[in-house]
């Protein structure tokens, strides 16, 4: 008996990182969950697998989430596999985000916009049309990032896609008003999101890198880890943040609050 | 309830002898806590919370103190530190107050809810968060805040004051709580029905007739419940919450997404949630 028992997951960019964790976290607590990667290899079986391995029903859906076309595709797999969807975490980010002003072009640009605000938003467009059409309501969660609320060097393209979200889900909220769904954002702050090196690789928290980085600077004392996103995901798509709505929550260790960073 | 998120914590919750209040103490109980329940008086209402966590097989002590009094808020921590051995949680709740016409706010009535529901809050924490330090195990401090912090309502100028202060506050406290394993943060309640209701009405908490006309401004299109705040209460407190430091996390089922103006309803005197 978990949080989430019988639920029904998707999890866009799950294949490693932060989506694998909250894809781990979720299946935890008792929901099934897709897990949807650009990148379909062994390491994107192996994320599936580490589903099963915990008695629920873990699939993998290849697809691109930056086109709408490629998007839905990915959902149909997912509604023939599981049934209907209860969940949707939006997720998915290329590697490689940040970019100087000058170096920033047009074709950077249309790709950051495709994936993270037009992906996310017709991703979750099509999700809650189908929570809507099986009347039981549901949850939708999009990765915001620490740089929708701050300017730091060369993040401008991305930070705009991610501040797009926390106006998307006040959107969202209002506009689905009265079908019981929640749309949310967890803005995640310094985090590690490598996959471990050791051939076992059934953990939550990936791998920490560069340990000293982050810790002088954060009123947490420590990087960030994908449980800590997954968790705060598990809060707001669990019963204890159902009245949660159209909200951004900073998991940052009090980095946004203290203003350190840059010191 | 089989996912216990609060298994052996110790909490401290001020203003719980019912409504928000008296639903935190009851789901951290489920989730497996003991806690402190504090008034400024002991009633029927206090002695049904203390059952309800004590059915739920937790401990439940008894704290009868005024936050806005110091040697009240010392003596409330040092009977709850005795009664269970160290303080994990801290829920700042309790709040006195009634609105008040812009124009007609006096130095008393200012004096009076700030030194509640601000000193009180912040000296309350910092005496626990110095006993957090001494026990050396870190732990959670919660404020609960209000959507007043955000934007006004009608005559509620001081109470709004106080509220964007706690959200201030939490910001400081996890700059200066740096490297203690203490988390600072705040919950934002919008319309929360913490009625007190006969048994057999239960059911009607939150129903269209507690919202009337502020109904169609709640995208969640309910009012919101005390297990609400309890829940994210419950996630600050727990393993979950550990990364999340100097947040204000908004419980309004939507209500401060929305935008025109005129969605902005009063709160109805003695309309819990909000001011009471």
């Known amino acids: 008996m978990g949080l989430l028992d019988g639920k029904k997951a998707l999890i866009t960019g799950a294949r490693k990182g932060i989506g694998r964790g909250i894809a781990l976290t979720l299946a935890n607590e008792g929901a099934d969950v897709g897990i949807n990667d650009i990148v379909d290899d062994e390491v994107s079986q192996r994320a599936a697998e580490l589903v099963s391995k915990r008695g629920v029903k873990g699939t993998f859906h290849a697809g691109d989430v930056s086109t709408v076309a490629g998007f839905n595709a990915v959902i149909d797999s997912f509604l023939a596999e599981h049934g209907r969807i209860d969940i949707l975490i939006n997720n998915a980010i290329f590697p490689d985000q940040s970019r100087p002003l000058f170096d920033t072009d047009e074709v950077f640009w249309d790709r950051m916009m495709d994936l993270s605000l037009k992906g996310y938003f017709f991703g979750s467009q099509r999700a809650a049309k189908e929570m809507i059409a099986q009347g039981t309501g549901g949850s939708i969660v999009c990765l915001a990032s620490v740089h929708a609320y701050v300017g730091i060097e060369n993040w401008t393209a991305y930070g705009t896609a991610k501040a797009g979200l926390r106006r998307m889900v006040k959107g969202f909220a209002i506009d689905l008003k009265g079908h019981n769904i929640n749309a949310n954002c967890i803005a995640p702050g310094a985090i590690s999101n490598r996959l471990p090196d050791a051939d076992d690789d059934d953990v939550i928290d990936g791998a920490p890198h560069d340990p000293s980085r982050f810790t002088s600077h954060l009123p947490a004392a420590k990087g960030g880890l994908p449980s800590d996103i997954a968790n705060a995901v598990l809060y707001l798509t669990s019963e204890l943040g159902q009245y949660v709505n159209g909200e951004t929550i900073l998991v940052d260790g009090g980095m946004i609050a203290t203003k350190k960073m840059q010191d | ?276």
């Not at chain 2, 059915?55 to 921590?77: F, I, Y």
């Not at chain 2, 195990?137 to 509620?156: C, E, K, L, T």
């Not at chain 2, 209460?233 to 939507?254: P, R």
């Open chain 2, 1 to 276: 309830m089989t996912t216990k998120l609060l298994e052996g914590k110790k909490a401290l919750i001020t203003g719980s002898r019912r409504g928000i209040g008296a639903g935190i103490a009851q789901l951290f109980a489920e989730h497996g806590a003991d806690v402190g329940i504090n008034d400024v008086v002991r009633d029927d209402e206090a002695d049904k919370t203390i059952a309800a966590v004590e059915s739920l097989g937790r401990k439940a002590s008894w704290h009868q103190a005024d936050v806005g009094n110091a040697d009240d808020r010392s003596r409330m921590l040092d009977e709850f530190v005795a009664e269970h051995g160290r303080i994990d949680i801290l829920v700042n709740n309790a709040v006195a107050s009634r609105d008040m016409r812009f124009t007609e706010i006096t130095e008393e009535f200012w004096d009076h809810l700030v030194g509640h529901a601000l000193k009180g809050y912040l000296f309350m924490a910092q005496s626990v968060a110095n006993r957090m330090i001494e026990h050396g195990h870190g732990g959670s401090i919660i404020n609960i805040s209000s959507v007043h912090s955000y934007r006004a309502w009608p005559h509620d100028t001081v109470y709004g004051i106080v509220k964007a202060g706690l959200n201030r506050m939490v910001l400081s406290m996890a700059h200066d709580l740096a490297g203690t394993g203490i988390t600072a943060n705040c919950v934002a309640p919008g319309y929360i029905d913490s009625r007190v209701l006969p048994e057999d009405q239960e059911s009607g908490r939150g129903n269209d007739e507690y919202l009337g006309s502020a109904l169609g401004f709640i995208p969640s299109r309910r009012g919101g419940l005390p297990k609400d705040i309890a829940g994210a209460c419950v996630f600050l407190a727990s393993d979950l919450g550990e990364y999340v430091n100097g947040q204000t996390i908004t419980v309004d089922g939507g209500f401060l997404a929305g935008g025109y103006p005129q969605d902005s309803q009063p709160l109805e005197p003695g309309m819990p949630g909000a001011v009471e």
